[in-house]
């Protein structure tokens, strides 16, 4: 089994950045493809961003790329979401997710609690 934390979630200005932070236990994310979802209430969960163990095929929702980057450490076992001029449709749960197949759709086999993130004017 695969436990999932996140943390570096709060309250940030329009503009502002935050780097969220996913730390494993249990397993190795080094054989997983770890992904970012986030929520909004009343909103259905969508994918803002993935990236496979061996670096390829990463993907970016069209509404984050070129502000939202995912990265890992191995020897940290932690998956990041750096998150630069945020906007206030930004503001969402945001969840770490992580499963053995890249994929684009919700069913990824292991997730994490939330950490909440809001963008304020």
């Known amino acids: 089994q695969v436990q999932l934390v996140e943390s570096g979630g709060g309250l940030v200005q329009a503009g502002g950045s935050l780097r969220l932070s996913c730390t494993a236990s249990?397993?190795?994310?080094?054989?997983?493809?770890m992904a970012w979802f986030r929520q909004a209430p009343g909103k259905e969960r969508e994918l803002v961003a993935a990236d496979r163990w061996n670096g390829g095929n990463t993907y970016y929702n069209d509404s984050v790329k070129a502000r939202f980057t995912i990265s890992r450490d191995n020897a940290k076992n932690t998956v990041y979401l750096q998150m630069n001029s945020l906007k206030l449709e930004d503001t969402a749960v945001y969840y770490c997710?992580?499963?053995?197949?890249?994929?684009?759709?919700?069913?990824?086999?292991?997730w994490g609690q939330g950490t909440q993130v809001t963008v304020s004017s």
């Open positions: 249990g397993r190795s994310i080094g054989t997983y493809v």
């Open positions: 997710a992580a499963d053995k197949y890249y994929r684009r759709d919700t069913s990824y086999e292991y």
